[in-house]
């Protein structure tokens, strides 16, 4: 059994307590269908939990199952920072676009519209859905003004994900295309309060604006990093109260073109629950999370700090450490807060968090295939241009114009286990990501990673080092990956791999 579907068997053992057996492939042949979730005709589970201070996108459709949304990209100004309207291109004219939510094993519709002036394409980053519904721009053409597409998909796996432009990614996601995207667990363990934060770092000019996108330089080495860091959409740190005990679930984004942000609670204890695959068996303390471009992490926050000495109420607090790096080499913090909870009362009843109990598979299979990738890069004529194993990536606007398709790099057949090593010889840092698959964390520079449990599809290569990842490919179709740094991954540090259905083995 696959190492997705052992913990999916765990989860709804633990909480339907029925059986549970590999899900078969679906009709379309498209893997994660969500038959091994939610059987056909089971009672729907209550009601999905609030997140505070979001308003999910509306579902028009009655079934319980269908989460049926209008989804528009266009032009907007929003307030980024107080009393400064900015120009953006956003979904539903918000930064963050608005939250879609869906219960796991749902069916999502969303009617996209692009009423932007621009081509665009919308990823759901982190759904092991079919390839067709990906937001590929190697698979499909970006939308063009003006026109509309249908989305629709089933979300097999729970967890913390986000949708964002995947066309000219580098304008469109620092631009404000973004959004938090939650599939809710099938009986969700219990917290007294749930908070998502999506974070993003933006560069606004003088005159509050969108700054000029340079096509050289430390923008593109390093990636675009931002002067002003945003909270859900705003350089003021999210305001509100929690409760001493309170139980919390926070979902954190990164959702930012480049910058790893690195992430403390304080005035508070937390766990890390969750990862980019969703629930963890074995939640994990923390002083600094490092959270890389396009990953996610759950936590469960303690509101139990220890008193009011200087006699005012504590501040339960989410902070981020922008490091500064100083020419004699040592380096100091610099802690912006993201979000500020008064204490205000009490909890009445206490709640405990309970892992999942769930068994992840061996990690070293022995028959693994081993596949190595160098993320590199260098200046040509044509300017920068960022390679993995040698060949610069295509294929960001479309597929050929002769209606033919892009060749992956290589085909692997659905189950395969491939240990993937990944490393870098450009650039202080690469968050890689895979799409449609789920993989774990298993080396760095040739030592086994005990710390980094979890699922994942994004992962952090850092400096010169080198990390090595399993995967089991357990989604068939066509999958792109690429570096998620938004400059890097356009100037063509990307790749394709196809995965084969496993009954064509
Ligand atoms: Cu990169």
């Not at 790099?409 to 240990?419: A, I, K, L, S, T």
């Not at 080198?466 to 990307?494: K, Q």
């Amino acid at each position: 059994m696959s190492m997705r579907r052992l913990i999916l068997c765990a989860v709804i053992q633990m909480s339907l307590a029925g059986a549970c057996s590999p899900s078969q492939p679906s009709g379309d042949g498209a893997a994660g269908d969500g038959s091994d979730v939610v059987a056909d005709g089971e009672v729907p589970a209550g009601p999905i939990p609030t997140i505070e201070g979001f308003t999910p996108l509306e579902d028009h459709n009655p079934d319980p199952r269908v989460v049926e949304v209008d989804l528009e990209a266009r032009s907007s100004e929003v307030e980024l920072r107080p009393g400064v309207m900015t120009r953006v291109w956003a979904y539903e004219g918000r930064v963050p676009g608005p939250l879609i939510q869906a219960r796991v094993g749902d069916r999502v519709i969303v009617h996209f519209k692009n009423s932007l002036l621009a081509p665009t394409i919308v990823h759901w980053h982190g759904l092991r859905i079919t390839d067709q519904m990906d937001g590929s721009p190697r698979l499909m053409h970006p939308f063009l003004p003006g026109t509309t597409f249908r989305y629709e998909f089933v979300v097999p796996d729970p967890g913390t994900y986000w949708y964002h432009a995947h066309s000219d990614s580098t304008q469109q996601i620092e631009r404000g295309l973004y959004a938090p995207l939650v599939v809710h667990e099938r009986n969700p363990p219990r917290f007294d309060r749930e908070r998502l934060f999506v974070l993003d770092d933006v560069r606004l000019g003088s005159d509050g604006q969108i700054g000029a996108f340079n096509t050289s330089g430390p923008d593109i080495g390093r990636g675009r990093t931002g002067n002003v860091l945003l909270v859900n959409g705003s350089s003021r740190a999210v305001a509100g109260s929690t409760q001493r005990g309170a139980l919390e679930r926070w979902r954190i984004i990164n959702a930012a073109n480049a910058r790893t942000m690195y992430v403390r609670v304080r005035g508070g204890s937390a766990l890390v629950i969750g990862t980019d695959g969703g629930l963890i068996p074995t939640p994990y303390e923390f002083h600094e999370l490092e959270v890389a471009a396009g990953q996610r992490y759950d936590l469960a926050v303690r509101a139990d700090a220890a008193g009011d000495d200087d006699g005012g109420a504590p501040v339960l607090e989410l902070v981020n450490n922008v490091p500064v790096f100083r020419a004699d080499g040592t380096v100091d913090e610099q802690l912006f807060s993201l979000a500020q909870l008064r204490y205000e009362g009490a909890v009445v009843s206490r709640i405990e968090y309970t892992a999942p109990r769930v068994t992840l598979p061996s990690i070293e299979p022995a028959s693994a295939t081993e596949r190595t990738l160098l993320l590199s890069g260098a200046n040509t004529d044509a300017g920068v241009q960022f390679t993995i194993n040698g060949r610069t990536g295509v294929g960001h606007h479309g597929p050929p114009a002769d209606g033919g398709m892009y060749e992956p790099d290589e085909r692997f057949v659905q189950g395969q286990p491939v240990r993937i090593t990944v490393s870098a010889n450009v650039s202080p840092e690469h968050p890689f990501h895979l799409h449609g698959q789920f993989f774990q964390v298993v080396e760095r520079d040739g030592f086994p990673v005990v710390d980094e449990p979890g699922l994942k599809d994004v992962v952090l290569v850092r400096g010169r080092g080198t990390v090595t990842v399993l995967t089991y490919f357990e989604n068939p179709g066509r999958w792109m990956y690429h570096c998620h740094i938004s400059e890097h991954g356009d100037l063509g540090m990307m790749g394709e791999w196809e995965v084969l259905p496993a009954m064509m083995r």
